[in-house]
């Protein structure tokens, strides 16, 4: 249902209180070779209601998702999602306007998923034509507004942007791992809490680390180890604040750490 159209209806459409598990879902005209836009798979989508809280997704496998979870921009909190696996492809979580607290816990999202399923043949053009679409334009987890998300034992792996935070947001990551895409870890804006990282990884071919605007928070990291294959480990064009403590730069081809503002 709805291919061709992004901003479609969601196959699932998620309310207050809500809970998806023990799904594997699958998109069986999705081709590698020709990716095709669909809405999100889930949705915590309620044009109806003024909010929407406690919406739970656990157990699920989103095999070739082109946007696999919605949190929406309807004011929301509380969400957790939990054992949840697969190839989305150019989304793998997206949220907006999470007041309190959402979870990500034990979330695996990387190319192998939908390339290792049987469900399309395992060949070397099929692998390379999901990858540079996922590599070139995936996201895995895009955060444009949350008040403490807290992401424990999240590996991406393959994306464009492992982790892009784009809005007013602060955060908890605990041993996250964004490698293999372009750039590991992305943020463009964050409110005057912050993040704090610990014991994560970030990875990528232009940047592990890259902090895009200037902002009062800080990005404390601690126990982390950046960069690898990157051109820079970690990259401030803009001013900002970035913490470094009992970190690993483990490689580079340029720079390990550069500002460039």
Request: one cysteine or more; a neutral charge.
């Amino acid at each position: 249902a709805g291919k061709g159209k992004a901003d479609g209806p969601p196959f699932i459409a998620m309310g207050s209180s809500s809970s998806v598990r023990n799904l594997s879902i699958w998109y069986p005209e999705q081709k590698p070779e020709s990716i095709t836009p669909y809405p999100p798979t889930l949705a915590t989508h309620a044009a109806t209601h003024a909010a929407n809280n406690c919406a739970n997704v656990y157990h699920v496998t989103l095999v070739n998702s082109y946007h696999g979870i919605l949190i929406d921009s309807v004011p929301n909190g509380l969400h957790t999602v939990r054992d949840v696996h697969g190839s989305p492809l150019l989304f793998g979580i997206w949220m907006d306007q999470c007041l309190d607290i959402g979870r990500e816990n034990h979330v695996r999202f990387c190319p192998r998923y939908w390339l290792e399923s049987g469900l399309i043949e395992a060949s070397d053009r099929n692998r390379a034509a999901v990858e540079a679409f996922m590599g070139e334009k995936g996201t895995g987890i895009y955060i444009v507004r949350s008040d403490w998300e807290y992401l424990f034992d999240v590996k991406l792996i393959g994306y464009a942007r492992g982790v892009h935070i784009k809005g007013n947001t602060n955060a908890v990551f605990y041993e996250v791992d964004a490698t293999g895409g372009k750039v590991g870890l992305q943020v463009d804006e964050i409110n005057f809490i912050g993040l704090a990282l610990t014991r994560c990884r970030f990875d990528g071919r232009e940047a592990g680390v890259l902090r895009t605007a200037s902002q009062t928070g800080i990005c404390q990291f601690n126990d982390c180890v950046i960069g690898g294959l990157a051109k820079d480990g970690a990259r401030m064009d803009a001013g900002g604040k970035l913490s470094f403590q009992n970190c690993i730069f483990a490689g580079w081809i340029s720079t390990g750490l550069v500002a460039t503002r």
